[in-house]
């Protein structure tokens, strides 16, 4: 049977273009995804240096208003869909069936479509910029009536939406039916890597929330088009029922792409610890309870709205509570690296890093948790910061983490670890320089979503866009870094880091382009955690 | 000791690359480097303050406590010491510590939180009331009992500044994008209501000394009540995205005595009936 199946596969050599448009390989579609969301990654970080270039001094230098707002929304629509949530996809097609110990997928040509349905749906989007009346200029979160005022690019921004909603339905979908059904014999659901755990988690979240997302913009479509009034008082409805329905989708989705970073860094600190991951049933359960609490706790983004006083106590603490399984999650991760022998390899700063700068962003987190002095935060610079820290120094350096880590793997190739570690340095100092005087211009009353502002606080936002230059700049680097080792480099082993502990370090580095195609013999030693750790040690 | 010198001269290089990077900013003209909130002129917005800093420092101290047990792992615990994995990974008991004492802090904030939040929301018993309609782009006031109203918009010299064909210099303008035409003048020591609404899409009223804002927003109108502790001049701006000169709607209170209060009005009714007795008059003619 095998050895039917793998001559069939010699004699298949398709051409560049057949193998890349219709490939149904979990490799080649998490590449794919790679790829894809770096490319977002450098457009949408440009439209961000424009925004810095402008805020780098009080006064309209460089573009007028309504093209600012273009920006500010294009760059948040961009970075959320087009970089973070398709790059945790592509890493999820890369390592959950090397990790589970399943040769693909569950659904390879439904995986395919996935994918290729965004380069389609971003282009649409940014065509938008061409179209009369600009890009949407509503903020990503496109609050009626003033989303519904929009030129042409209106109806082209739904529609875009409603195509990445499917993509990422199907995705979860995949992911769902993978971990269920596709793990080898013996890999047990308490054996599984933490990242298959927190990917099972997120697909969950992403199946119950992205038709809530399509739904809130469909009733936009339908109150600008057939004359509905969801979102219009004359008509019987109201602005703030688009703002639940948006954020009851919205909140879960800032969960979505923070739960698979919390499983690349759950790999990365044991393996550089060399030291096996703390209270891993812990860590599932914590990260099952940030998904069951990310349901009720949407209205902490519309403190400001006009709400019962019930309503924003109930809000407030239950806001408040996240901070407790998130906390056990970050004291977990330094239990782990206490007392191991830690090495301080790229992957391994990037993980540290992470968990210093995401718990600050937790912190401004929680402060803005607290209903009456959100009065004070909402709308404001203290926002940003407090966003910006959870999906920079959070999400993507725990992609950066993840690039350096596995890139070997896939590559077969190590990357230099002296340019890896000027990058990592670079970005680390130049993020912080970039987010951190934002906390202080929301305290001292700078609004967000503004082009100018008065020049009490131009000297902030000198030295956030002086950050912000110098983060961008280190990104080319990281781009270099990719291309050379994808291009060639010092040939990287099968387990390529010492404490590396999971099935995909069986395989070479790169791994065949089948991999698995019988079931692999699941060796306890081989694995990171296996249910027969569970005995206290303390 | 050639490594201690290499590693001083890379320092005193490092340093200076530093300072010059940070002298230039701080050089930034009419910059104030504000970092913290405002305490504000009003009870409220002194309690907000006050549990923003309380929430803040045991922030700090917990994120002390966390990174100083990170950063001496980093030190101690690393290979190149020699340091050997220590194979300990799990303890139920340390995990109910670590979720029962934080869950104990939480509870610690949410009561002067709670507190706080009730005091707010207790907007009956007012003295006045001022109806407060966003527009895109300049805000409505409507003195209720008295019977004034006008409108407010951005000040004339910040407006043609902001203009880049306009060639001035942001920087000579008084209060740049933080003055109005016509100032909210309220009474110091009086229970005010504000009822808020906007006429065409979505903005927010927020006057940072007084401690909150609240969302305007079309065909509904929320409520919100204030009292003024000190005479005075407070800025702020529209805080919710509403097109293209969100950032060019500001917002001036100007706090006066009860007394030069009540000359206020009657100044401000006589030019109103002024204007009214000069538009009938056109009409009539």
Not at chain 1, 341 to 367: N, Q
Not at chain 2, 35 to 64: A, E, P, Q, W
Not at chain 2, 112 to 120: D, H
Request: with cysteine.
């Amino acid at each position: 049977m095998s050895a039917t199946a793998s001559a069939i596969h010699v004699e298949h050599k398709p051409g560049f273009f057949s193998r890349w448009l219709f490939t149904t390989n979990h490799k080649d579609i998490g590449t794919l995804y790679l790829v894809f969301s770096l490319l977002m990654f450098l457009t949408g970080g440009s439209l961000a240096m424009m925004i810095r270039a402008e805020l780098f001094e009080p006064g309209l230098q460089l573009f007028d208003p309504e093209f600012f707002n273009q920006l500010t929304t294009m760059h948040a629509i961009i970075m959320v869909f087009g970089a973070v949530m398709p790059a945790f996809v592509g890493l999820a097609n890369w390592l959950l069936p090397m990790q589970l110990g399943a040769p693909d997928m569950a659904l390879p040509r439904m995986n395919n479509w996935s994918f290729w349905i965004l380069p389609f749906a971003f282009a649409m989007l940014a065509s938008t910029f061409f179209m009369q009346g600009g890009a949407p200029a509503a903020g990503w979160t496109l609050y009626p009536p003033l989303s519904l005022q929009g030129g042409d690019s209106f109806p082209f921004v739904i529609f875009g939406i409603h195509l990445l909603g499917i993509s990422s339905i199907m995705g979860a979908i995949n992911i769902i039916a993978t971990v269920i059904n596709m793990r080898a014999p013996g890999m047990t659901l308490l054996r599984m890597p933490l990242f298959c755990w927190t990917w099972l988690i997120t697909a969950f979240l992403l199946l119950a929330v992205m038709p809530v997302f399509a739904g809130s913009v469909t009733m936009l479509l339908t109150d600008r088009f057939f004359g509905t009034s969801f979102f219009n008082a004359a008509g019987g409805g109201d602005p703030v029922l688009y703002q639940h329905i948006f954020w009851f989708f919205g909140h879960p989705e800032v969960y979505i792409m923070i739960l698979p970073a919390f499983g690349v860094i759950s790999e990365i600190i044991p393996a550089f610890a060399r030291k096996p991951l703390f209270g891993y049933t812990s860590m599932v359960y914590a990260t099952a309870s940030i998904a069951f609490l990310s349901f009720i706790v949407w209205v902490h983004h519309m403190f400001t709205v006009g709400l019962p006083l019930g309503g924003e106590l109930f809000f407030m603490y239950a806001t408040m509570l996240i901070a407790v399984p998130t906390g056990i999650k970050i004291f977990n991760w330094v239990a782990t690296m206490w007392q191991g022998s830690m090495t301080f390899e790229t992957p391994m700063l990037f993980a540290i890093a992470f968990v210093i700068l995401f718990t600050i962003g937790g912190f401004s987190g929680l402060m803005l948790a607290i209903t009456p002095a959100d009065f004070q935060y909402h709308d404001t610079y203290f926002v940003v910061a407090h966003f910006h820290y959870v999906l920079v120094p959070g999400s993507v350096f725990a992609l950066m983490a993840a690039t350096y880590y596995w890139l070997p793997k896939w590559t077969g190739h190590r990357y230099d670890e002296k340019l890896g570690k000027i990058h990592f340095w670079l970005s680390a100092v130049s993020v912080n320089i970039l987010f951190f005087p934002q906390h202080f211009l929301g305290l001292a009353g700078m609004p967000r979503r503004i082009p100018d502002y008065s020049p009490q606080f131009a000297g902030f936002n000198m030295v956030s866009s002086i950050g912000g230059f110098a983060f961008g700049l280190s990104q080319l680097l990281f781009v270099y870094i990719i291309i050379r080792t994808i291009r060639g480099g010092a040939p990287a082993s099968a387990r390529v880091w010492e404490g590396a502990k999971g099935l995909e370090w069986t395989l070479p580095s790169p791994p065949p382009h089948h991999s698995f195609t019988e079931p692999p013999p699941i060796d306890d030693d081989l694995l990171e955690h296996t249910p027969a750790d569970d005995v206290n040690d303390v | 000791m050639g490594f201690a010198t290499v590693r001083s001269r890379h320092t005193q290089s490092l340093a200076a690359v530093v300072l010059a990077l940070v002298a230039t900013p701080l050089q930034v003209a009419g910059a104030d480097w504000g970092m913290n909130m405002t305490k504000g002129v009003t009870g409220f917005s002194r309690d907000v303050y006050h549990l923003h800093m309380l929430i803040f420092s045991i922030c700090v101290v917990i994120g002390f406590i966390a990174f100083g047990a990170m950063i001496y792992s980093m030190i101690k615990h690393r290979k190149s010491r020699g340091a050997t994995a220590a194979q300990f990974h799990h303890s139920t008991k340390v995990e109910i510590i670590w979720t029962v004492i934080p869950f104990l802090i939480l509870v610690g904030m949410a009561v002067p939180a709670t507190r706080t939040l009730i005091l707010m929301e207790e907007t009956g018993h007012a003295d006045m009331t001022v109806k407060v309609t966003g527009y895109q782009w300049m805000w409505k006031y409507e003195y209720l009992d008295e019977g004034i109203s006008f409108y407010s918009r951005l000040a004339r010299n910040s407006d043609f500044a902001r203009r880049p064909e306009s060639g001035t210099d942001v920087r000579s303008v008084e209060n740049y994008l933080l003055e109005v035409d016509h100032h909210v003048v309220l009474p110091t020591h009086t229970k005010i209501r504000f009822l808020l609404t906007a006429g065409d899409v979505i903005h927010a009223w927020w006057v940072p000394a007084l401690g909150w804002k609240r969302d305007a927003i079309p065909g509904f109108i929320n409520q919100a009540w204030t009292m003024i502790d000190k005479e005075g001049i407070y800025r702020g701006q529209c805080a919710e995205l509403c097109g293209k000169d969100h950032g060019f709607m500001p917002i001036v209170v100007e706090a006066v005595s009860p007394e030069k209060y009540k000359t206020w009005v009657t100044q401000r009714l006589a030019e109103q009936s002024g204007k009214a007795a000069d538009q009938n008059a056109v009409v009539a003619n």
